[in-house]
T-cell receptor, first 112, second 112 residues
Framework: NAGVTQTPKFQVLKTGQSMTLQCAQDMNHEYMSWYRQDPGMGLRLIHYSVGAGITDQGEVPNGYNVSRSTTEDFPLRLLSAAPSQTSVYFC???????????FGPGTRLTVL | SQQGEEDPQALSIQEGENATMNCSYKTSINNLQWYRQNSGRGLVHLILIRSNEREKHSGRLRVTLDTSKKSSSLLITASRAADTASYFCATLGGGNDYKLSFGAGTTVTVRA
């Protein structure tokens, strides 16, 4: 199994641009989530999904959209990038909602 | 808002010594999880302890949970240089709250 994969690894955007961060897992995990990590802070939950077709907001959802059309994929869309969205983004998945999360390697995003 | 708070924020120890870090949280939990993050990498799950458990072991790791004090501790015995990393506690809320909330982490440096 490849586990949780994320693309791209690095991205630089200009303010106002949009983009999609990709996340995929090949473990047939129902639960997937997106976090952002800022310097000196823990991870903050952006959005999560308990299964295909079901998504919900986390702690910091503003400026981000998600969809879950398949079990494997959970893309995160930035609608109009802002400098405050400069961060490292991690995708995670787990077999169940209460289980341990497996994390992807992260996407480092810089918004100028 | 972040549920767990780790203490201390940073810890420097000699190889072979034990490292202890603590996590306090505010509301009732389903389980508490500990993760490790090496510099520039994704998070790796270490141990999950359920709310009805008091202690768990995994290799050189020992986790305790005191739900009456809303606190947990992670002990790493006989530390090695490879244990240098940031350690995060994360709490899963009770009931149907499946959001995993992370603390800001403890940075551990093991000196050779």
């Amino acid at each position: 199994n490849a586990g949780v994969t994320q693309t791209p690894k690095f991205q630089v955007l200009k303010t106002g641009q949009s983009m999609t961060l990709q996340c995929a897992q090949d473990m047939n995990h129902e639960y997937m989530s997106w976090y952002r990590q800022d310097p000196g802070m823990g991870l903050r939950l952006i959005h999560y999904s308990v299964g295909a077709g079901i998504t919900d907001q986390g702690e910091v959802p503003n400026g981000y959209n998600v969809s879950r059309s398949t079990t494997e994929d959970f893309p995160l869309r930035l609608l109009s990038a802002a400098p405050s969205q400069t961060s490292v983004y991690f995708c995670a998945s787990s077999l169940s909602e209460s289980g341990a999360r497996g994390f992807g390697p992260g996407t480092r995003l810089t918004v100028l | 808002s972040q549920q767990g708070e780790e203490d201390p924020q940073a810890l420097s120890i000699q190889e072979g010594e034990n490292a202890t870090m603590n996590c306090s949280y505010k509301t009732s939990i389903n389980n508490l999880q500990w993760y490790r993050q090496n510099s520039g990498r994704g998070l790796v799950h270490l141990i999950l302890i359920r709310s009805n458990e008091r202690e768990k072991h995994s290799g050189r790791l020992r986790v305790t949970l005191d739900t009456s004090k809303k606190s947990s501790s992670l002990l790493i015995t006989a530390s090695r240089a490879a244990d240098t990393a940031s350690y995060f506690c994360a709490t899963l809320g009770g009931g149907n709250d499946y959001k995993l909330s992370f603390g800001a982490g403890t940075t551990v440096t093991v000196r050779a």
